[in-house]
């Protein structure tokens, strides 16, 4: 079956530190991967994705390599800031039946970043 | 609008009624999808349409959970005879086409709490 399992948090970093978010997956056909965010007290925002192998997402400062032989969708950012600060969902899709592109998704790994 | 909206933002209910949630997508997305976040939790999907059409409900939980879209835009989710297990987030998406890639634009939710 198709699951997406992401590094456990909380993390907490100071600011302007390095941070990387593990994401691996499972899937049956050729999945896109994504990575959304959500900002406290806001709804999930798409962050970035990628859409085959090798492909590399990026958005905000913030990278992630799709990696087909490792199966693998890492999260990372050079240097955070206070604004950072969310919680992290890695997904994926694949086509199911009915044309259906559900999201498949990990439970999500809390960043705090303090000043 | 510019974005998904889903309203109430907050649900309070008791124990064995029936709550209807709103979805009101982006316009002209085709795809819209419903998910249920419990608390700590990544998103669960529940159901899919592509227009009009309901093409994958597999994700109900129960036959209490129904979700229609009679006119390919505005959806409604609703619960019937509600449990306390139901309490959670309901999340609805919405994306442009049918295709690989293409992100789901997600509302801010609305948060379900049963007596």
């Known amino acids: 079956g198709n699951s997406v399992t992401q590094m456990e948090g909380p993390v907490t970093l100071s600011e302007e530190a390095f941070l990387t978010i593990n994401c691996t997956y499972t899937a049956t056909g050729y999945p896109s991967l994504f990575w959304y965010v959500q900002y406290p007290g806001e709804g999930l925002q798409l962050l970035l994705k990628?859409?085959?192998a090798d492909d590399k997402g990026s958005n905000k400062g913030f990278e992630a390599t799709y990696r087909k032989e490792t199966t693998s969708f890492h999260l990372e950012k050079g240097s955070v800031q206070v604004s950072d600060s969310a919680v992290y969902f890695c997904a994926l899709s694949v086509l199911n039946a009915g044309n259906n592109r559900k999201l498949i998704w990990g439970l999500g790994t809390s960043l705090a970043v303090n000043p | 609008g510019a974005g998904v909206s889903q309203s109430p933002r907050y649900k309070v209910a008791k124990r064995g009624q029936d709550v209807a949630l709103r979805c009101d997508p982006i316009s002209g997305h085709v795809s819209l999808f419903w998910y249920q976040q419990a608390l700590g939790q990544g998103p669960e999907f529940l159901t899919y349409f592509q227009n009009e059409a309901q093409l994958d409900k597999s994700g109900l939980p129960s036959d209490r959970f129904f979700a229609e879209r009679p006119e390919g835009s505005v959806s409604t989710l609703k619960i019937q005879r509600t449990q306390q297990e139901d309490s959670a987030v309901y999340l609805c998406?919405?994306?442009?086409?049918?295709?690989?890639?293409?992100?789901?634009?997600f509302g801010d939710g609305t948060r379900l709490s049963i007596l």
């Open positions: 990628a859409t085959k």
């Open positions: 998406a919405s994306s442009l086409v049918v295709g690989s890639g293409q992100p789901q634009h």
